[in-house]
């Protein structure tokens, strides 16, 4: 298991910041983990997982417009 810092969270999903934590408090995003006072980090499995289900998402959205 590894955990990754925010700066590689931001470089494999695409996303701001601020858009992260607002996914986090949406509850649309892995909660990340508190390593210290002022130190997070996420696991990386579970960022991945999430990557992975926006493009499942995409898919099944593909092939419900080419079912029309």
């Not at 986090?24 to 909660?31: A, D, R, T, V």
């Not at 002022?38 to 499942?56: K, Q």
Request: net charge negative; hydrophobic share 35%.
């Amino acid at each position: 298991m590894r955990l990754i810092r925010l700066k590689e969270v931001i470089d494999s999903t695409g996303l701001a910041r601020s858009t992260i934590y607002k996914f986090i408090s949406e509850g649309e995003f892995p909660k990340p983990v508190s390593l210290g006072e002022r130190c997070v980090a996420w696991v990386e499995g579970e960022v991945h997982e999430w990557i992975l289900s926006r493009i499942e998402e995409r898919d099944n959205q593909k092939q419900g417009v080419s079912g029309i």
